[in-house]
C-alpha cells in the first residue's frame, strides 16, 4: 500500500509521541492519535488511500478491500477504548496500529494493523513489527495476560513469526512469549518510549 501524494491535501499536523525506533535503514517515531484533535488527519489519510492513485497500483477488486480496510481502520479509533498509533517516516505517515483492552478476558486485541509505502517504492523496513511491538510493550505496562489477533490478509505467517499461535481459531501470543518477542526484537531496531513532552509534526 503507498500514500499517494495529493496536492490538494497539504497541511501539518501534530500528535503526541510514544515511541521512537531507529534500525540501522529508517528512523520511525510512533505517534498515538486523537481521535478529537487529530480528526483530520485521521480524514485525509482516508481521502489518501480513496483517490486515483490507489487505481494505478492495484487491481479492481484488491482496490475495493484496501478502501473498506484502511477506512475502517482509521474510523475504529472512535470506537470506545480503542487506540490507535500511526508510524511516521521522516514526517509522512507509514503504517497504523489500532488496538484494545478486554478487561474480561485480560488480553488485549489487535483491531487493524497496516503498513505502507510512504514514498515511492521505498518500503520501511520493520514497519509492520515495530506497530505490533508497541502493542506488545502496551500489554506489559498494563500487565496483560494475551495479545489477540483476528489475522486478515493473509497475515497469519507475518503474526507467527512475531511469536502469535493459533489454538481452537483463536489466534493469540502469552505474557511470556511477549516478553521473549521484545527481547529478540532488541536485535533488529531500538525502540526507546517518549514522555509525550516533544511534539512531532506529521505531513500528508
Known sequence: ?????????????????????????????????????????????????????????????????????????FESIDKIGIKGVISINNGVPSGIVTYGFDDSKNEVFIDYLASWIPVSLKKVKNNGTMLVRHVYQEALNNRVNKVA????????????????????????????????QINKLKSKFSYEILDGSQIVNIII
Open 1 to 73: 500500500m503507498q500514500v499517494s501524494n495529493n496536492n490538494k491535501y497539504t497541511p501539518n499536523f501534530k500528535a503526541l509521541p510514544v515511541a521512537k525506533i531507529a534500525s540501522p535503514q529508517d528512523k520511525i517515531t510512533l505517534l498515538i492519535l486523537d481521535k478529537n484533535s487529530d480528526k483530520e488527519i485521521i480524514n485525509n489519510l482516508i481521502h489518501c488511500f480513496s483517490d486515483g492513485d490507489i487505481s494505478e497500483r492495484f487491481p479492481n477488486s484488491l482496490q475495493a478491500a484496501i478502501r473498506i480496510f484502511m477506512k475502517n481502520a
Open 149 to 180: 489477533v483476528k489475522p486478515g490478509f493473509k497475515s497469519l505467517p507475518f503474526y507467527k513469526k512475531l511469536g502469535f499461535k493459533t489454538e481452537n481459531s483463536e489466534t493469540f501470543i502469552d505474557g511470556g512469549n511477549i516478553k521473549k
